[in-house]
């Protein structure tokens, strides 16, 4: 009887061993990585059949006892991506730290919200459509800007990391909070003398006439000379904007688009339009609270490829600048237009 109780306290012994070791063993039984989703309220239990089913583990008594080890431990929900062979120890701990998968929502500088829906569409835990619904309600900044009519130009350009529980809601929410840290910054030890909305609506429009930083605060610059003097804007990418909402765009600017009484078709309508057409980063914002000294009312794009401007201060240099142009790139002329609405860029099709 006691050689029994002793060789059965051995082979106890020798199994106890060979579980503790089997924690601390690697083990891969998938091919391509794979991610387990863990809802809110998933029990241990369930975590290791997850586990064990996808291969992440070899049993499912491995996390059993690990847990059990960490009694205290708290597990997290989420999304967790398992990509090479892993301990059943290292597993509850990174499930235990929630270090959750996450994925990574780019948003360029000058994205409008239209664009930033086709991006959020791509993934298939998210709806575009949603998106531009939550988009459109300005609720997230009316205290910042209460005349701006959605979120458009507060929806900061920036890398973002969500999960697949998150809302477009909350996408939005991130977003207008990460405008809120930077508008702070720039804000900081400035008088606030322009409403925020007009700021970050010229601050849109310059982020969408010109990449080159350099130019930001001549673009600027021009807008406000022509505010100033009672000009209409003609900034082609308002006219883009209007069409947009009105959901007519064609890839180009036409004659119907220039003549639409869309609010934020600047051709027809003088001053700034009732919001921003994009989301702008913070160097056009800064342009736009500090625009350049200049006497500019008007640019047009340089024909070398450069992404840069030929700036002008009255509408004769802006001609012979136009027609430079016209010859580097071989378009033909428009018919002259009638002064004071002289378009700055050349990118309509009659």
């Known amino acids: 009887m006691k050689r029994t109780l002793i060789v059965l306290f051995g082979l106890a012994a ?13 083990y891969q039984g998938f091919r391509d990585p794979v991610i387990v989703d863990f809802a809110k309220g998933t029990s241990t239990r369930t975590m290791a059949e997850e586990l064990e089913r996808n291969g992440v583990i070899r049993y499912g008594w491995q996390f059993l006892l690990a847990r059990a080890l960490r009694p205290n431990t708290r597990l ?4 967790y991506r398992f990509a090479r062979a892993d301990t059943p120890a290292n597993i509850l701990s990174r499930i235990a730290r929630g270090d959750v998968f996450f994925y990574e929502v780019v948003v360029p500088e000058g994205s409008n919200i239209f664009d930033i829906a086709a991006i959020v569409g791509r993934y298939d835990f998210l709806s575009a459509a949603a998106f531009l619904r939550a ?14 009519p959605t979120l458009e130009g507060y929806l900061f350009p920036a ?3 969500i999960t697949r529980s998150t809302s477009v809601k909350q996408l939005c929410a991130m977003m207008t909070a990460q405008f809120r840290k930077h508008w702070r910054e720039l804000q900081a030890g400035r008088p606030q003398q322009t409403p925020v909305n007009d700021a970050v609506t010229l601050a849109s429009l310059v982020e969408k006439e010109t990449g080159q930083a350099l130019e930001r605060p001549i673009v600027a610059s021009v807008y406000e000379n022509r505010l100033r003097k009672g000009m209409t804007l003609d900034c082609d990418p308002t006219t883009i904007y209007a069409a947009l909402l009105d959901e007519r765009y064609r890839g180009t ?10 609010a934020y078709n600047t051709y027809r309508h003088a001053g700034l339009p009732p919001g921003p057409i994009a989301n ?3 160097a056009s914002l800064q342009a736009a609270l500090m625009p350049a000294e200049t006497d500019y009312l008007y640019f047009v794009a340089k024909a070398d490829g450069s992404g840069e401007h030929q700036f002008s201060e009255t509408i004769a240099q802006h001609n012979v600048a136009v027609q430079q142009y016209r010859r580097a790139t071989n378009q033909q002329p428009d018919p002259p237009p009638a002064p004071p609405k002289q378009h700055r860029r050349q990118r309509r099709r009659k």
């Open 159 to 161: 890398t973002y990391r």
């Open 14 to 26: 020798v199994t106890a061993g060979c579980a503790w070791v089997s924690l601390y063993a690697s």
């Open 253 to 262: 600017i036409y004659r119907s688009d220039l003549n639409s009484n869309n």
């Open 280 to 282: 702008p980063g913070v």
């Open 135 to 148: 988009a459109r309600d300005p609720a997230l900044i009316r205290d910042l800007a209460p005349h701006a």
């Open 76 to 79: 997290q929900a989420g999304e």
